[in-house]
Protein backbone atom coordinates (compact mmCIF):
# COMPACT_ATOMS: atom_id res chain seq x y z
CA UNK A 1 0.00 0.00 0.00
CA UNK A 2 1.40 3.52 -0.85
CA UNK A 3 1.99 5.98 1.84
CA UNK A 4 -0.90 8.34 0.20
CA UNK A 5 -3.16 5.75 0.30
CA UNK A 6 -2.05 4.05 3.98
CA UNK A 7 -2.76 7.85 5.18
CA UNK A 8 -6.30 8.19 3.33
CA UNK A 9 -7.00 4.35 5.13
CA UNK A 10 -5.97 5.17 8.36
CA UNK A 11 -7.11 8.56 8.67
CA UNK A 12 -10.82 7.29 7.80
CA UNK A 13 -10.46 4.72 10.19
CA UNK A 14 -9.76 7.27 12.73
CA UNK A 15 -12.61 9.82 12.26
CA UNK A 16 -14.75 6.71 12.47
CA UNK A 17 -13.36 5.54 15.73
CA UNK A 18 -13.86 9.33 16.90
CA UNK A 19 -17.62 9.32 16.61
CA UNK A 20 -18.30 6.79 19.28
CA UNK A 21 -15.10 7.59 21.43
CA UNK A 22 -16.05 11.16 21.65
CA UNK A 23 -19.59 10.26 22.14
CA UNK A 24 -19.09 8.67 25.47
CA UNK A 25 -16.69 11.58 26.70
CA UNK A 26 -18.58 14.04 25.97
CA UNK A 27 -21.49 12.44 27.95
CA UNK A 28 -19.38 12.01 30.75
CA UNK A 29 -17.82 15.58 30.45
CA UNK A 30 -21.55 17.03 30.42
CA UNK A 31 -22.62 14.64 33.09
CA UNK A 32 -19.63 16.09 35.51
CA UNK A 33 -20.65 19.79 34.55
CA UNK A 34 -17.84 20.27 31.96
CA UNK A 35 -15.74 20.37 34.38
CA UNK A 36 -11.71 20.34 33.23
CA UNK A 37 -10.12 17.23 34.33
CA UNK A 38 -13.00 14.91 35.19
CA UNK A 39 -13.29 13.40 32.08
CA UNK A 40 -9.38 11.34 32.57
CA UNK A 41 -10.32 10.95 35.83
CA UNK A 42 -13.75 9.11 35.12
CA UNK A 43 -12.09 7.06 32.97
CA UNK A 44 -8.95 6.48 35.48
CA UNK A 45 -11.60 5.21 37.73
CA UNK A 46 -13.08 2.73 35.68
CA UNK A 47 -9.84 1.18 34.36
CA UNK A 48 -8.76 1.04 38.34
CA UNK A 49 -11.93 -1.27 38.56
CA UNK A 50 -10.99 -3.43 35.85
CA UNK A 51 -7.67 -5.65 35.60
CA UNK A 52 -8.66 -6.66 31.92
CA UNK A 53 -9.33 -2.98 30.77
CA UNK A 54 -6.10 -1.46 32.84
CA UNK A 55 -3.68 -4.28 30.74
CA UNK A 56 -6.03 -3.53 27.51
CA UNK A 57 -5.98 0.51 27.64
CA UNK A 58 -2.02 0.14 28.34
CA UNK A 59 -2.15 -2.49 25.10
CA UNK A 60 -3.89 0.44 22.85
CA UNK A 61 -1.41 2.82 24.36
CA UNK A 62 1.46 1.02 23.29
CA UNK A 63 0.19 0.29 20.02
CA UNK A 64 -0.78 4.08 19.00
CA UNK A 65 2.81 4.97 20.06
CA UNK A 66 3.66 2.04 18.00
CA UNK A 67 2.11 2.82 15.13
CA UNK A 68 4.44 6.16 15.01
CA UNK A 69 7.14 3.86 14.18
CA UNK A 70 8.10 3.69 10.19
CA UNK A 71 6.87 0.43 8.85
CA UNK A 72 4.49 -0.27 12.07
CA UNK A 73 1.76 2.08 11.00
CA UNK A 74 -1.01 -0.58 10.83
CA UNK A 75 -0.70 -1.01 14.58
CA UNK A 76 -2.85 1.70 14.63
CA UNK A 77 -5.69 -0.26 13.61
CA UNK A 78 -5.92 -2.44 16.94
CA UNK A 79 -5.38 0.72 18.81
CA UNK A 80 -8.48 2.54 17.18
CA UNK A 81 -10.52 -0.77 17.97
CA UNK A 82 -9.68 -0.96 21.74
CA UNK A 83 -10.07 3.00 22.42
CA UNK A 84 -13.63 2.19 20.46
CA UNK A 85 -14.77 -0.62 23.00
CA UNK A 86 -13.16 0.89 26.30
CA UNK A 87 -13.83 0.75 29.06
CA UNK A 88 -15.90 -2.24 28.50
CA UNK A 89 -19.53 -0.73 30.45
CA UNK A 90 -19.46 2.94 29.67
CA UNK A 91 -21.69 3.00 27.26
CA UNK A 92 -22.16 5.71 24.38
CA UNK A 93 -25.81 6.24 24.98
CA UNK A 94 -26.36 5.73 28.58
CA UNK A 95 -28.60 3.87 30.72
CA UNK A 96 -30.03 6.82 32.97
CA UNK A 97 -28.95 9.61 30.70
CA UNK A 98 -28.50 10.53 27.47
CA UNK A 99 -26.34 12.86 25.84
CA UNK A 100 -28.17 16.19 25.79
CA UNK A 101 -27.71 18.58 22.74
CA UNK A 102 -27.47 21.59 24.39
CA UNK A 103 -25.76 24.73 22.95
CA UNK A 104 -23.23 24.66 25.62
CA UNK A 105 -22.35 21.08 24.19
CA UNK A 106 -22.42 22.09 20.71
CA UNK A 107 -20.07 24.83 21.24
CA UNK A 108 -17.81 22.00 23.26
CA UNK A 109 -17.95 19.62 20.37
CA UNK A 110 -16.59 22.21 18.03
CA UNK A 111 -14.13 23.63 20.29
CA UNK A 112 -12.79 18.75 21.22
CA UNK A 113 -12.97 18.49 16.74
CA UNK A 114 -10.47 21.33 16.17
CA UNK A 115 -8.49 20.41 18.57
CA UNK A 116 -8.41 16.82 17.47
CA UNK A 117 -8.28 17.74 14.15
CA UNK A 118 -4.99 20.09 14.03
CA UNK A 119 -3.14 18.41 16.99
CA UNK A 120 -3.74 15.10 14.25
CA UNK A 121 -3.02 16.66 11.82
CA UNK A 122 0.43 18.12 13.08
CA UNK A 123 1.15 14.46 14.37
CA UNK A 124 0.51 12.91 10.96
CA UNK A 125 3.20 15.55 9.13
CA UNK A 126 5.57 15.23 11.91
CA UNK A 127 5.68 11.64 12.51
CA UNK A 128 3.12 9.75 10.22
CA UNK A 129 0.24 8.64 9.45
CA UNK A 130 0.01 5.63 12.77
CA UNK A 131 -0.50 8.81 14.57
CA UNK A 132 -4.00 9.42 14.19
CA UNK A 133 -4.25 6.71 16.90
CA UNK A 134 -2.71 8.37 19.38
CA UNK A 135 -5.47 11.24 19.31
CA UNK A 136 -8.54 8.79 19.41
CA UNK A 137 -7.05 6.69 22.56
CA UNK A 138 -5.77 10.07 24.21
CA UNK A 139 -9.82 11.50 23.47
CA UNK A 140 -10.42 11.90 27.28
CA UNK A 141 -7.41 13.88 27.80
CA UNK A 142 -8.20 15.97 24.63
CA UNK A 143 -11.62 16.65 25.86
CA UNK A 144 -10.34 17.96 29.29
CA UNK A 145 -8.12 20.44 27.41
CA UNK A 146 -11.15 21.43 25.18
CA UNK A 147 -13.58 22.15 28.39
CA UNK A 148 -10.49 23.95 29.79
CA UNK A 149 -10.34 26.31 27.00
CA UNK A 150 -14.21 26.29 26.78
CA UNK A 151 -14.72 27.32 30.58
CA UNK A 152 -13.26 30.80 29.51
CA UNK A 153 -15.07 30.95 26.65
CA UNK A 154 -18.36 30.11 28.41
CA UNK A 155 -17.85 32.60 31.30
CA UNK A 156 -17.42 35.63 29.12
CA UNK A 157 -20.77 34.28 26.84
CA UNK A 158 -22.74 34.18 30.31
CA UNK A 159 -21.54 37.25 31.48
CA UNK A 160 -24.51 39.57 30.20
CA UNK A 161 -27.09 37.00 31.41
CA UNK A 162 -24.91 37.01 35.11
CA UNK A 163 -25.32 40.70 35.24
CA UNK A 164 -29.11 40.86 34.44
CA UNK A 165 -29.25 38.56 37.43
CA UNK A 166 -27.09 41.18 39.66
CA UNK A 167 -29.87 43.85 38.28
CA UNK A 168 -32.74 42.27 38.75
CA UNK A 169 -31.29 41.40 42.99
CA UNK A 170 -30.40 45.30 43.00
CA UNK A 171 -33.64 46.32 42.20
CA UNK A 172 -35.69 43.98 43.86
CA UNK A 173 -33.40 44.49 47.31
CA UNK A 174 -34.69 41.15 48.98
CA UNK A 175 -32.03 39.85 52.37
CA UNK A 176 -30.31 37.37 50.69
CA UNK A 177 -29.72 34.50 52.97
CA UNK A 178 -27.06 31.89 51.52
CA UNK A 179 -26.36 28.21 52.56
CA UNK A 180 -22.93 26.30 52.06
CA UNK A 181 -21.64 23.15 53.95
CA UNK A 182 -20.47 20.04 53.13
CA UNK A 183 -23.95 18.35 53.31
CA UNK A 184 -27.61 19.26 54.51
CA UNK A 185 -27.46 22.56 52.23
CA UNK A 186 -30.48 21.71 50.32
CA UNK A 187 -32.85 20.39 53.39
CA UNK A 188 -31.78 23.50 55.05
CA UNK A 189 -32.87 25.79 52.69
CA UNK A 190 -36.22 23.95 52.20
CA UNK A 191 -36.79 24.02 56.43
CA UNK A 192 -35.70 27.93 56.12
CA UNK A 193 -37.97 28.99 52.80
CA UNK A 194 -40.98 27.00 54.87
CA UNK A 195 -40.38 28.52 58.25
CA UNK A 196 -40.01 31.94 56.76
CA UNK A 197 -42.72 32.31 54.40
CA UNK A 198 -44.93 31.83 58.13
CA UNK A 199 -44.22 36.07 58.05
CA UNK A 200 -42.31 36.56 54.73
CA UNK A 201 -42.70 36.75 51.01
CA UNK A 202 -39.73 34.00 50.31
CA UNK A 203 -38.04 32.61 47.26
CA UNK A 204 -35.42 29.98 47.07
CA UNK A 205 -33.43 28.70 44.47
CA UNK A 206 -34.64 25.68 43.10
CA UNK A 207 -33.16 22.11 42.87
CA UNK A 208 -29.36 22.30 43.28
CA UNK A 209 -29.17 25.49 41.58
CA UNK A 210 -25.84 26.10 43.77
CA UNK A 211 -23.58 27.93 40.85
CA UNK A 212 -22.90 30.93 39.28
CA UNK A 213 -25.45 30.21 36.08
CA UNK A 214 -28.15 28.37 38.59
CA UNK A 215 -28.05 31.05 40.81
CA UNK A 216 -28.34 33.90 38.24
CA UNK A 217 -31.48 31.73 36.57
CA UNK A 218 -32.91 31.37 39.56
CA UNK A 219 -33.15 35.23 40.09
CA UNK A 220 -33.91 35.60 36.33
CA UNK A 221 -36.72 33.21 36.48
CA UNK A 222 -37.60 33.49 40.25
CA UNK A 223 -37.52 36.62 42.11
CA UNK A 224 -40.55 38.98 41.88
CA UNK A 225 -41.52 42.56 43.17
CA UNK A 226 -41.96 42.21 47.00
CA UNK A 227 -39.73 39.27 47.26
CA UNK A 228 -38.33 39.87 50.91
CA UNK A 229 -36.01 36.98 51.33
CA UNK A 230 -33.95 35.20 48.36
CA UNK A 231 -32.73 31.90 49.96
CA UNK A 232 -29.56 30.84 47.92
CA UNK A 233 -27.52 28.01 48.14
CA UNK A 234 -24.42 28.03 47.08
CA UNK A 235 -21.71 24.88 46.35
CA UNK A 236 -18.44 24.74 45.32
CA UNK A 237 -15.51 22.16 43.92
CA UNK A 238 -12.60 24.84 45.70
CA UNK A 239 -11.38 27.94 47.06
CA UNK A 240 -12.37 31.25 45.41
CA UNK A 241 -15.73 29.88 43.90
CA UNK A 242 -18.07 30.95 46.77
CA UNK A 243 -16.39 34.32 47.39
CA UNK A 244 -17.25 35.16 43.52
CA UNK A 245 -20.78 33.88 44.00
CA UNK A 246 -21.06 36.39 47.18
CA UNK A 247 -19.50 38.84 45.16
CA UNK A 248 -22.09 38.53 42.75
CA UNK A 249 -25.48 38.24 45.01
CA UNK A 250 -23.83 39.45 48.07
CA UNK A 251 -25.60 37.82 50.83
CA UNK A 252 -27.00 39.28 54.35
CA UNK A 253 -26.90 35.68 56.06
CA UNK A 254 -24.50 33.74 55.85
CA UNK A 255 -25.14 30.06 56.56
CA UNK A 256 -22.73 26.88 57.14
CA UNK A 257 -24.33 23.89 58.09
CA UNK A 258 -21.67 21.40 58.52
CA UNK A 259 -18.08 20.53 57.36
CA UNK A 260 -17.49 17.21 56.32
CA UNK A 261 -15.37 14.92 54.03
CA UNK A 262 -17.56 15.37 51.18
CA UNK A 263 -15.60 16.61 47.67
CA UNK A 264 -12.60 14.92 49.50
CA UNK A 265 -11.00 13.77 46.32
CA UNK A 266 -11.38 17.38 45.12
CA UNK A 267 -9.80 19.24 48.02
CA UNK A 268 -7.50 16.66 49.49
CA UNK A 269 -7.88 17.97 53.48
CA UNK A 270 -11.25 19.49 55.41
CA UNK A 271 -8.86 22.30 55.97
CA UNK A 272 -8.90 23.20 52.79
CA UNK A 273 -12.79 22.53 52.66
CA UNK A 274 -13.51 24.66 55.70
CA UNK A 275 -11.17 27.32 54.32
CA UNK A 276 -13.58 27.62 50.97
CA UNK A 277 -17.00 27.35 52.52
CA UNK A 278 -16.21 30.15 55.52
CA UNK A 279 -15.65 32.40 51.87
CA UNK A 280 -19.84 32.31 52.77
CA UNK A 281 -19.13 34.89 55.76
CA UNK A 282 -16.76 37.51 54.22
CA UNK A 283 -19.10 39.81 52.85
CA UNK A 284 -22.58 38.97 55.69
CA UNK A 285 -23.56 41.25 57.82
CA UNK A 286 -24.79 38.06 60.14
CA UNK A 287 -24.14 34.16 60.26
CA UNK A 288 -25.35 31.14 61.54
CA UNK A 289 -22.88 28.50 62.79
CA UNK A 290 -23.55 24.86 64.62
CA UNK A 291 -20.73 25.35 67.32
CA UNK A 292 -20.96 21.82 68.03
CA UNK A 293 -17.83 21.24 65.73
CA UNK A 294 -14.48 22.76 66.69
CA UNK A 295 -13.68 24.71 63.60
CA UNK A 296 -17.18 26.20 62.95
CA UNK A 297 -16.80 27.26 66.79
CA UNK A 298 -13.87 29.14 66.29
CA UNK A 299 -15.18 30.57 62.83
CA UNK A 300 -17.92 31.90 65.31
CA UNK A 301 -15.74 33.56 67.54
CA UNK A 302 -13.61 35.62 64.60
CA UNK A 303 -17.19 36.56 63.04
CA UNK A 304 -17.98 38.26 65.92
CA UNK A 305 -14.66 39.65 66.39
CA UNK A 306 -15.13 41.45 63.16
CA UNK A 307 -18.30 42.51 64.29
CA UNK A 308 -20.92 40.38 62.70
CA UNK A 309 -24.24 39.23 63.94
CA UNK A 310 -23.02 35.58 65.14
CA UNK A 311 -26.20 33.08 66.00
CA UNK A 312 -25.19 29.67 67.61
CA UNK A 313 -26.68 26.37 67.10
CA UNK A 314 -25.92 23.52 69.14
CA UNK A 315 -27.28 20.24 68.86
CA UNK A 316 -25.04 18.79 71.76
CA UNK A 317 -26.58 20.81 74.58
CA UNK A 318 -24.04 23.65 74.33
CA UNK A 319 -24.93 27.32 75.41
CA UNK A 320 -26.38 28.46 71.75
CA UNK A 321 -28.61 30.66 70.54
CA UNK A 322 -30.69 27.92 69.56
CA UNK A 323 -30.71 24.44 71.25
CA UNK A 324 -32.50 21.56 69.39
CA UNK A 325 -33.08 18.70 71.28
CA UNK A 326 -34.76 15.50 68.69
CA UNK A 327 -35.07 12.92 71.25
CA UNK A 328 -36.98 15.66 73.51
CA UNK A 329 -38.90 17.12 70.20
CA UNK A 330 -37.53 20.66 71.00
CA UNK A 331 -36.18 23.50 69.92
CA UNK A 332 -34.80 26.06 72.73
CA UNK A 333 -34.16 29.37 70.77
CA UNK A 334 -32.94 33.09 72.18
CA UNK A 335 -34.73 35.66 70.19
CA UNK A 336 -34.74 39.87 70.65
CA UNK A 337 -38.41 39.22 72.27
CA UNK A 338 -36.90 36.48 74.94
CA UNK A 339 -36.54 32.47 74.87
CA UNK A 340 -38.60 30.55 72.96
CA UNK A 341 -39.56 26.94 73.40
CA UNK A 342 -40.95 25.20 70.14
CA UNK A 343 -42.08 21.83 69.52
CA UNK A 344 -40.77 19.46 66.46
CA UNK A 345 -42.78 17.29 64.58
CA UNK A 346 -41.40 13.55 63.32
CA UNK A 347 -38.93 12.97 60.79
CA UNK A 348 -36.34 15.51 61.22
CA UNK A 349 -33.22 13.34 60.28
CA UNK A 350 -30.60 16.13 60.74
CA UNK A 351 -31.30 18.57 64.27
CA UNK A 352 -28.33 20.56 62.93
CA UNK A 353 -30.38 21.32 59.39
CA UNK A 354 -32.90 22.49 61.27
CA UNK A 355 -31.78 24.55 64.31
CA UNK A 356 -29.97 26.40 61.22
CA UNK A 357 -32.93 27.27 60.02
CA UNK A 358 -34.36 28.43 63.15
CA UNK A 359 -30.90 30.56 63.54
CA UNK A 360 -31.79 32.14 60.35
CA UNK A 361 -34.91 32.98 61.06
CA UNK A 362 -33.76 34.99 64.42
CA UNK A 363 -31.05 36.80 61.95
CA UNK A 364 -33.56 38.03 59.44
CA UNK A 365 -36.05 39.13 61.70
CA UNK A 366 -38.42 37.09 61.82
CA UNK A 367 -40.96 36.42 64.31
CA UNK A 368 -39.72 32.88 65.75
CA UNK A 369 -42.85 32.31 67.56
CA UNK A 370 -45.21 32.78 64.68
CA UNK A 371 -43.25 30.53 63.15
CA UNK A 372 -43.40 27.83 65.71
CA UNK A 373 -46.09 25.57 64.25
CA UNK A 374 -44.51 25.16 61.03
CA UNK A 375 -42.11 22.95 62.91
CA UNK A 376 -44.29 20.48 63.65
CA UNK A 377 -44.94 19.45 59.29
CA UNK A 378 -41.30 20.60 57.55
CA UNK A 379 -40.33 19.29 54.81
CA UNK A 380 -37.92 16.61 53.44
CA UNK A 381 -36.06 17.20 50.66
CA UNK A 382 -37.16 14.50 47.99
CA UNK A 383 -34.81 11.31 47.73
CA UNK A 384 -32.92 11.78 50.83
CA UNK A 385 -34.41 10.01 53.73
CA UNK A 386 -37.54 9.82 51.74
CA UNK A 387 -39.93 7.29 53.40
CA UNK A 388 -42.26 5.91 50.73
CA UNK A 389 -45.16 3.36 51.12
CA UNK A 390 -45.11 1.24 48.39
CA UNK A 391 -49.05 0.26 49.04
CA UNK A 392 -47.59 -3.64 48.85
CA UNK A 393 -46.82 -4.01 52.51
CA UNK A 394 -42.89 -3.26 51.51
CA UNK A 395 -41.45 0.50 52.95
CA UNK A 396 -38.80 2.23 50.67
CA UNK A 397 -36.30 4.41 52.08
CA UNK A 398 -35.07 6.55 49.26
CA UNK A 399 -31.82 7.95 50.28
CA UNK A 400 -30.83 8.22 46.26
CA UNK A 401 -29.48 12.09 46.50
CA UNK A 402 -27.38 11.58 49.56
CA UNK A 403 -24.19 11.73 48.85
CA UNK A 404 -22.35 11.72 52.26
CA UNK A 405 -21.69 9.33 54.82
CA UNK A 406 -23.19 10.77 58.00
CA UNK A 407 -26.40 11.58 55.69
CA UNK A 408 -25.93 7.73 54.55
CA UNK A 409 -25.40 6.06 58.52
CA UNK A 410 -28.21 8.50 59.63
CA UNK A 411 -30.59 6.69 56.87
CA UNK A 412 -29.40 3.54 57.25
CA UNK A 413 -30.28 4.01 61.45
CA UNK A 414 -34.10 4.86 60.69
CA UNK A 415 -34.37 2.53 58.08
CA UNK A 416 -33.20 -0.20 60.51
CA UNK A 417 -35.34 1.50 63.41
CA UNK A 418 -38.49 1.25 60.87
CA UNK A 419 -37.75 -2.82 59.78
CA UNK A 420 -37.25 -3.32 64.12
CA UNK A 421 -40.59 -1.39 64.60
CA UNK A 422 -42.78 -4.08 61.95
CA UNK A 423 -40.66 -7.04 63.11
CA UNK A 424 -39.26 -7.11 58.68
CA UNK A 425 -36.04 -7.63 57.74
CA UNK A 426 -33.77 -4.70 55.96
CA UNK A 427 -32.25 -4.77 52.60
CA UNK A 428 -30.11 -1.95 51.82
CA UNK A 429 -29.00 -1.47 47.84
CA UNK A 430 -25.82 1.02 47.05
CA UNK A 431 -23.04 2.05 44.75
CA UNK A 432 -21.29 3.44 47.93
CA UNK A 433 -20.14 7.09 48.30
CA UNK A 434 -17.88 8.67 46.09
CA UNK A 435 -15.48 11.63 46.44
CA UNK A 436 -14.01 11.32 49.32
CA UNK A 437 -10.50 10.81 48.58
CA UNK A 438 -8.89 9.37 50.70
CA UNK A 439 -10.68 8.02 53.12
CA UNK A 440 -13.11 6.35 50.59
CA UNK A 441 -12.46 2.87 51.26
CA UNK A 442 -12.42 3.18 54.79
CA UNK A 443 -16.15 5.20 55.23
CA UNK A 444 -17.79 2.91 52.34
CA UNK A 445 -15.97 -0.16 54.41
CA UNK A 446 -17.58 1.11 57.59
CA UNK A 447 -20.99 1.42 56.26
CA UNK A 448 -21.18 -1.70 55.04
CA UNK A 449 -20.10 -3.29 58.47
CA UNK A 450 -22.94 -1.10 60.13
CA UNK A 451 -25.27 -2.12 57.67
CA UNK A 452 -24.85 -5.83 58.24
CA UNK A 453 -24.37 -5.16 61.73
CA UNK A 454 -28.06 -4.26 61.62
CA UNK A 455 -28.69 -7.54 60.17
CA UNK A 456 -29.20 -5.54 56.80
CA UNK A 457 -28.80 -8.16 54.00
CA UNK A 458 -26.80 -5.71 51.29
CA UNK A 459 -27.14 -5.25 47.48
CA UNK A 460 -23.96 -3.65 46.08
CA UNK A 461 -24.54 -1.85 42.81
CA UNK A 462 -21.58 -1.38 40.45
CA UNK A 463 -17.89 -1.85 40.70
CA UNK A 464 -17.10 2.05 41.65
CA UNK A 465 -17.06 0.56 45.71
CA UNK A 466 -17.23 -3.34 45.46
CA UNK A 467 -14.65 -3.94 46.94
CA UNK A 468 -14.69 -1.73 50.27
CA UNK A 469 -18.52 -2.53 50.76
CA UNK A 470 -18.23 -6.68 50.16
CA UNK A 471 -15.07 -6.10 52.47
CA UNK A 472 -17.41 -4.16 55.18
CA UNK A 473 -20.19 -6.42 55.25
CA UNK A 474 -17.75 -9.59 55.69
CA UNK A 475 -16.71 -7.90 59.14
CA UNK A 476 -20.24 -8.28 60.57
CA UNK A 477 -20.95 -11.39 58.44
CA UNK A 478 -23.42 -10.01 56.28
CA UNK A 479 -25.14 -11.66 53.29
CA UNK A 480 -23.79 -9.41 50.20
CA UNK A 481 -25.01 -9.50 46.71
CA UNK A 482 -23.27 -7.55 43.92
CA UNK A 483 -24.97 -6.72 40.39
CA UNK A 484 -23.86 -4.30 37.73
CA UNK A 485 -26.65 -2.07 37.34
CA UNK A 486 -29.49 -0.64 39.71
CA UNK A 487 -32.59 -2.17 37.41
CA UNK A 488 -30.46 -5.26 38.62
CA UNK A 489 -30.64 -4.93 42.46
CA UNK A 490 -34.75 -3.86 42.45
CA UNK A 491 -36.03 -7.34 42.18
CA UNK A 492 -33.45 -8.85 43.88
CA UNK A 493 -33.74 -6.75 47.05
CA UNK A 494 -37.64 -7.07 46.87
CA UNK A 495 -37.43 -10.62 47.21
CA UNK A 496 -34.99 -10.76 50.02
CA UNK A 497 -37.33 -8.07 52.11
CA UNK A 498 -40.59 -9.78 51.82
CA UNK A 499 -44.03 -8.86 51.69
CA UNK A 500 -43.28 -6.06 55.04
CA UNK A 501 -39.72 -6.04 54.72
CA UNK A 502 -37.82 -2.51 54.68
CA UNK A 503 -35.74 -1.74 51.29
CA UNK A 504 -32.93 1.19 51.96
CA UNK A 505 -31.69 3.18 48.29
CA UNK A 506 -28.74 4.34 49.30
CA UNK A 507 -26.79 6.89 47.05
CA UNK A 508 -27.44 5.97 43.37
CA UNK A 509 -24.57 6.90 40.98
CA UNK A 510 -25.27 8.20 37.23
CA UNK A 511 -24.26 5.42 34.65
CA UNK A 512 -20.98 6.82 33.68
CA UNK A 513 -19.24 5.54 37.04
CA UNK A 514 -18.19 1.90 37.19
Not at 70 to 91: Q, S, Y
Not at 419 to 446: F, K, M, S
Not at 493 to 509: I, K, P, Q, R
Request: proline residues 5%; aromatic residues 4%; hydrophobic residues 50%.
Amino acid sequence: MSGTALTLVLTLLGLAALAPVGLRWLRVGQREHYLPGRAARIGALWLSRSRTDLVLAVLAGVLAVVACVPGLELAAVPALALAVFLPRGLGVRGRTSSLGWTARLRRLVIAWLLLELVLGAALVLLVGPGAVALVVVGAPVLLDAAMWVMERVERRLSAPFVAQAQRRLARIRPQVVAITGSYGKTSTKGYVAHLLSASKAVVASPASFNNRLGLSRAVNDGLVEGTEVFVAEMGTYGPGEIRELCELFPPDVAVITTIGEAHLERMRTTQTILAAKSEITERARAVVLPIDSPDLAALAERCRAEGKQVVTVSVEGRDADVVVDLPAGTVVARTPDGTVTLDVGPGVAHGVNLGVAVGVAIAVGADVAAAGPRLRALPRAAHRAEVQDTGTGLVVVDDTYNANPIGARAALDEAAGLARERGARLVVVTPGIVELGPVQHRRNADFAEAAAAAGAHLVVVGRTNRAALVEGAARAGGAVEVVATRPEAVPLATAAAGSNGVVLYENDLPDHYP
